[in-house]
C-alpha cells in the first residue's frame, strides 16, 4: 500500500513536470552532454515544408518545386521516372534552443528503410559567410541505427572558395567546372573534433532521419548561416556542386512533364532539396535563392 502511494506521488511529480516544461526552456544546460546529442529540444523550431510528389508520381511528373536557375531541385525520381518517395523531403525542422548542438529532423514521405538498396545520403549545405557560397556539406549514410553514431557521417569543405561558379546558386551561363566539396573535415569520427557531428534515424519515426551538429562549427549560439537539406541517391557526387553550373538545364534534364524539352530527369536524378533558409538572422538585401516564403512578394 504504501508502495502504490509512492508510485501515484511519483507519476503527480511527473505530469507537473511535463506540465512546466510548456512554459520553461526544456533543456537545462546540465542536462546536455558536449559530446553526444540527446533529444532536440521543443520550443523555437524552424521548420521547412518542401513539395512532396505521391500524387503527381503516378503520372512520372514532379508536382513543382524544381526551378534548375535557383538550384531547387524536386527530383525523387529515377531516370525512368519512377518514384523514389524515400527520398522525397516533406518536412525538415532546425533547433538551436540546446547550450551544445544544433538539431536537425529531415522526414520523407515514405520510410527511409525502403531505399537500403539505394544507399541514400542525407544532409546539409551551409553558408556560413553569408555570401552565397556554400562552406560545408555534412552527409549521411542511411538507414541507420536509433543511436546517435558519427559511422557514415561526413563534413565536406570546398578548397577554391568557388562553390556557385561566376554566379552562386544561380545557373552559369557557361558551364563552371569548379572543385565543389572536395576537402574532407571530419568522416566517421576522424577529424578535429571526434564528437562533430553524430546522425540517427528518428526512434519514434521510420520516416525521420537526425542530425545533431555542435554550434560551436557554425558560429556558436548566435552564429549566422544560409543552411537548406539534401536527399541524394542518383547524383551524390560533391565535386560537382553546385549541379546547376556543372551541367546544364539539357543535360540535367526536369521532372516536369510541361518543361518538354528537358523532360525527363537526365544527369541530375534521384535528388531532392529545398531553398536556402537563413538561421539566426533576418535576410535583408538580395539572397538567391531563399525559399519561396522568404521571397519578396511582388507590389
Ligand atoms: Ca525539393
Ligand atoms: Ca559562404
Ligand atoms: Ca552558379
Known sequence: MKYLKSVNIVAIIMVVAMALGAFSSPVAAADSD???????????????????????ASD??????DVFNLGWYERPFDQDMNYLPFIDLQTVLMNRQDPNWVYV?????????????????????????????????????????????TDGVTVLSNSDNMIGGVKPVLADT???????????????????????????????DPKTLEIAFKHSFVGGAKGKYMWFPW??????????????DHFS????????KTEGKYYPVKAVWGVDNTGRVPSGFEPTGLMPGLIESLQPKPQ
Not at 558536449?34 to 503527381?56: A, C, F, L, W, Y
Not at 512520372?60 to 518545386?65: C, L, R, S
Not at 536527399?231 to 549541379?243: H, N, S
Request: charge should be negative; avoid cysteine.
Open 249 to 256: 538545364r539539357d543535360e540535367a534534364g526536369s521532372p516536369i
Open 105 to 149: 529532423k529531415m522526414s520523407m514521405v515514405n520510410a527511409i528503410e525502403e531505399g537500403a538498396d539505394s544507399k541514400p545520403l542525407y544532409g546539409l549545405e551551409m553558408d556560413t559567410d553569408l555570401d552565397n557560397r556554400g562552406e560545408f556539406l555534412i552527409t549521411v549514410t542511411a538507414p541507420r541505427g536509433t543511436e546517435w553514431a
Open 60 to 65: 512520372k511528373t514532379a508536382f513543382g518545386g
Open 34 to 56: 558536449p559530446n553526444k546529442p540527446g533529444e532536440m529540444p521543443t520550443i523555437k523550431t524552424q521548420t521547412v515544408h518542401d513539395q512532396s510528389n505521391e500524387n503527381t
Open 174 to 204: 557557361n558551364p563552371y567546372e569548379g572543385k565543389g566539396y572536395d576537402t574532407e573535415v571530419f568522416k566517421s569520427g576522424e577529424g578535429d573534433d571526434p564528437n562533430l557531428v553524430f546522425a540517427r534515424m528518428s526512434p519514434s
Open 231 to 244: 536527399a541524394m541517391v542518383g547524383m551524390q557526387d560533391p565535386t560537382k556542386m553546385e549541379f546547376n
